[in-house]
């Protein structure tokens, strides 16, 4: 990516997080709604906390984005956005929990269970989860019933049991019982990558995109959601090799096995170079509207923190 | 009620819990959907462990029934009445979990965490609350889409922070502060209330009900919302009274308010009385059709387990 191309990509995911942490700040600000009876003060104040965090906010770009290429009303775009950041914000504060990951921080911050206590940020978590199906079902997205309806269902197979949480699951059990390279590669695609595989498709659903073109986005979605893991593990393995003796290797010291770890660095190099390009193909038919998503699967491969 | 009308009652209800069982079992024994990965088999076992344990199926029964009332679909209706089911129980699943009521035993089974462990039951948990989602959204729930979306967001306005899981909250923080009469109503109508006014009320919009019908069966749920945390707080209270010295009443010696227990057992049988005239009285305009509805609302009062 070239320093301009780099520059007008992050210009442009801090404009999009900014809008959806206004749209996230107004719905977790608001009063009761009319089929509410009470909003319990703690209760949004955790909710708050675990979703107002200055999060990168990728997942919502990659919605915004996607739906761009198919000239989707903005605002529709913004609350499915906010909705889906709503189910990983959802996603980190249970993963946190003693009983899961047991983190302290997240972010600098105090994670929502040490902010607050166990039991509020189990259901800080349970009510981001049912807000998210709440924000995509609500007329005030702007969207036909049926966009709205196939938005829950993608949503519910992305996050459920065949999707993120049970990818939690396994990589719960990949502890006890390390996994060989197929059931990483499961492991993976559920955990991380159904979520920002629905990313993308979302847009195309909000965006009214034929099925083709809803196929095309959520394998885009695949791509980087592979990119974004390998990049991750491969960070993880190369800060551990040049900072010999330091504990940063977490997953490796915590017995997990990665794709990197299994193969190496320059085989982890190869494949990444492989998924942008795949990625990128993907996106030629929509020729220069699709720059900005191109440059995000670039970045999600090259992140380095 | 009379002899007749109980036996009547309970064979309906008893017959509606096996198609609703069935129909669950089916949901939690399906191979991994198109849109799906994998179903990690552990958090597979855990979900049916939270869910086929025999219970009433209480709700279910009110949405059936409630559907029936519109000449409704009845496979849509027992969709819908399987996915709140999941929606109940993901609640007891989580409100059993040791940060929370901390329960080992429900019905005589082992809670969750304690079948399996407290963040398997945590991902059981979050997973049947996404599956309720996906079960309402899908074509396979055969409503229009605009139905199937107005169901999704009456279900997640009741089960979420404005609902029922702010109805958990606010009960977590009465054990620290004793709430006044109106924050008891307040609790009880969010807590266990608003789930059963959505059975209610989700009966009608499967049936396509106007919406003074919707409003009314709605209102119906309520009363027997209320009938019902009435009839469990007075179930307690004599059940102490009875049994001096045996440690039944759990809610008191956890120093939990409620209404029966301010204002006394008659009081809470008049207001008992009260609530199945108006609950009966709601149904007035369906005739003979209602009557298994209103058994539910005498039941529900009069249930002394």
């Given amino acids: 990516m070239s320093k301009d191309d780099q520059i007008a990509f992050e210009s442009a995911l801090f404009v999009r997080a900014a809008a959806v942490e206004t749209q996230l700040r107004r719905i977790l600000d608001a009063r009761p709604l009319p089929s509410e009876i009470a909003r319990p003060e703690r209760l949004m104040a955790a909710m708050r906390h675990g979703v107002l965090n200055g999060g990168k906010r990728l997942r919502p770009f990659l919605v915004m984005e996607s739906a761009a290429l198919f000239s989707a009303d903005n605002d529709a775009a913004l609350r499915v956005a906010a909705a889906l950041e709503c189910v990983h914000c959802y996603s980190l504060i249970h993963d946190d929990l003693p009983a899961m990951d047991?983190?302290?921080?997240?972010?600098?911050?105090?994670?929502?269970h040490k902010a607050f206590d166990e039991a509020?940020?189990?259901?800080?978590?349970?009510?981001?989860?049912?807000?998210?199906?709440?924000?995509?079902?609500?007329?005030?997205?702007?969207?036909?019933?049926?966009?709205?309806?196939?938005?829950?269902?993608a949503l519910a197979r992305a996050a459920g049991a065949g999707g993120m949480v049970g990818g939690q699951m396994l990589d719960l059990e990949a502890e006890r019982r390390r996994p060989d390279e197929a059931g990483i590669i499961t492991l993976q695609a559920m955990k991380t990558g159904a979520l920002i595989r629905f990313a993308c498709e979302a847009g195309a659903i909000v965006g009214g995109a034929p099925p083709a073109d809803r196929e095309r986005l959520a394998e885009f979605g695949s791509a980087i959601g592979l990119a974004f893991q390998l990049a991750d593990d491969l960070l993880d393995l190369t800060a551990d090799a040049k900072q010999m003796g330091k504990a940063t290797n977490k997953d490796a010291a915590a017995g997990k096995a990665t794709l990197a770890a299994l193969h190496g660095p320059d085989w982890a190099r190869g494949q990444l170079h492989g998924l942008i390009d795949q990625a990128h193909g993907l996106l030629e038919p929509y020729g220069e509207q699709a720059e900005l998503l191109k440059a995000a699967a670039t970045f999600v491969a090259a992140r380095n923190s």
Same sequence: chains 1, 2.
């Avoid at 047991?102 to 929502?112: E, F, K, S």
């Avoid at 049912?130 to 966009?147: H, K, N, P, V, Y």
């Fill in 120 to 153: 509020t940020a189990i259901l800080a978590g349970d009510a981001l989860l049912t807000l998210a199906f709440d924000i995509i079902a609500d007329e005030a997205t702007a969207l036909s019933a049926e966009r709205r309806a196939a938005l829950v269902l």
């Fill in 102 to 112: 047991d983190d302290d921080l997240r972010r600098g911050q105090p994670t929502v």
